[in-house]
């Protein structure tokens, strides 16, 4: 007879047997879909507050399996890193996005940014800067529309390496952004140590502040400093109308999220909408 003790780690072991199962799945065919490309992007706009003028727009990588469907990022992106994939990954991301807000660009006649999330493993690898340069080139976009977004997990990294990097991304003209900011733990010093040039307020603080005050004086108090350290601030999440009015009210320079518009693909872009 199997005590009640035993047959909750007999479930254990088969819900970790499941588990490694499905990720054993997943990076078989990752794997192919490597091979295959069967990657595309969803752009999601990034509104200037001010002016309600749509400034970039953010590449968020979609992956559609014939044999599952939609694989969401944060499902295969972790994966993608252990297994040594992120790097083809990204670049094909840099080259498809690149292309993609080049062309769009030339279509409205003004440069519009794009922003693109870079795994830190990718961002201290060797080869970086130089597909940046390439793509660039072949492209023909301008280093001062591109914005590399990384997370908090990059300044785990050697912080001198780190630093001559970003001073070297920063001497071409690339925006070097951090991303979901207040979750993890990064420290204000870090802002002002790394000069990034512009900071994303996590989603969780800006669907919290209507109902959390002290989220609501966090965020404005994240906007004044980035501010008086010269770096611009983009609020992600945005969902509702309040919580817009109350960004622009505390003079957040840029927001993003499903109130505006949900990421979508290239041809459904509308670049001149005004908001
Ligand atoms: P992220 O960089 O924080 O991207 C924002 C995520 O929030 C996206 O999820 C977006 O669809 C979602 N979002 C945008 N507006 C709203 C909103 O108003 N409400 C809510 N609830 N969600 C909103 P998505 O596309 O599922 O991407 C998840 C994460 O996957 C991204 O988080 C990013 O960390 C990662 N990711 C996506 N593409 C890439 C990539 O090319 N490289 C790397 N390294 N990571 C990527
Ligand atoms: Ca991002
Ligand atoms: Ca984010
Ligand atoms: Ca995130």
Redesign the pocket.
């Known amino acids: 007879k199997v005590s009640k003790k035993n047959a909750r780690i007999v479930f254990y072991q088969g819900a970790l047997d499941k588990e490694i199962n499905d990720r054993d799945h997943i990076r078989h065919l990752l794997f192919q879909a490597v091979k295959d490309h069967d990657f595309f992007l969803?752009y999601?706009p990034i509104v200037d507050l001010s002016t309600g003028v749509i400034s970039g727009y953010?590449?968020?990588?979609r992956w559609y399996s014939s044999e599952i469907g939609f694989v969401?990022?944060?499902a295969f992106?972790g994966i993608a890193e252990e297994e040594g994939m992120?790097i083809r990954?990204?670049e094909w991301?840099i080259q498809q996005a690149c292309s993609d807000i080049a062309r769009l660009s030339e279509c409205e006649s003004r440069a519009i940014n794009i922003a693109?999330?870079?795994?830190y493993l990718h961002f201290i690898s060797e080869t970086f800067i130089e597909t940046l340069k390439r793509v660039l080139s072949e492209t023909g976009l301008s280093a001062s529309q591109l914005e590399i977004?990384l997370?908090e997990r990059v300044l785990a990294e050697d912080g001198h390496q780190l630093e001559m990097k970003m001073r070297y991304l920063k001497s071409m003209g690339v925006k070097i952004s951090i991303?979901?900011f207040g979750t993890g733990y990064s420290a204000l010093n870090y802002i002002k140590d790394f000069s990034f040039d512009l900071l994303k307020i996590d989603?969780s603080f800006v669907q919290s502040m209507l109902s959390n005050d002290k989220n609501q004086v966090l965020v404005k108090n994240i906007i004044r400093l980035a501010q008086d350290l010269d770096i611009r601030v983009i609020a992600?999440?945005?969902?509702q109308q309040e919580q817009y009015q109350k960004l622009k009210q505390f003079n957040c320079d840029y927001g993003?999220?499903?109130?505006l518009s949900?990421?979508v693909r290239y041809e459904a872009l509308e670049p001149g909408k005004q908001f």
């Open positions: 969803n999601q953010e590449a968020l990588i969401p990022p944060d992106i992120i990954i990204e991301v693109i999330n870079v795994s977004e997370t991303d979901d989603k992600e999440g945005i969902e993003q999220g499903y109130m949900k990421p």
